[in-house]
Nanobody, 122 residues
Framework: VQLAESGGGSVQTGGSLRLSCAASGGTFSSYVMGWFRQAPGKEREFVSGISEWGRTTDYADSVKGRFTISRDNAKNTVSLQMNSLKPEDTAVYYC????????????????WGQGTQVTVSS
């Protein structure tokens, strides 16, 4: 499956952004989807994940209550609504796909998008 993110940009602290990831080339509803991010000089970290039909979601503690993941299997898309953004949210955001269950480990996701930059200024 091929993944392509969109929706990144620059916002001020407290602002909002909505990231989208479009999938092609596979049966989207077969895949668990995740969002990860990587800031300069840091490891890629789990942000959020969602099960194949959206029944299960998971969030990193740092984004709970501010970010919401959702998916539309009819449109082959997964989205990440990001509210109350902070400078520490600045990173390249990646969507990723795998089968089976939601995992917080980047190494367990074989499919990745190219990433989209999110910059939050204070």
């Amino acid at each position: 499956v091929q993944l392509a993110e969109s929706g990144g940009g620059s916002v001020q602290t407290g602002g909002s952004l909505r990231l989208s990831c479009a999938a092609s080339g596979g049966t989207f509803s077969s895949y668990v989807m995740g969002w990860f991010r990587q800031a300069p000089g840091k490891e890629r970290e789990f942000v959020s994940g969602i099960s194949e039909w959206g029944r299960t979601t998971d969030y990193a503690d740092s984004v709970k209550g501010r970010f919401t993941i959702s998916r539309d299997n009819a449109k082959n898309t997964v989205s990440l609504q990001m509210n109350s953004l902070k400078p520490e949210d600045t990173a390249v955001y990646y969507c990723a796909g795998r089968m089976w269950d939601v995992s917080t480990a980047a190494s367990e996701y074989p499919f990745w998008g190219q990433g989209t930059q999110v910059t939050v200024s204070s």
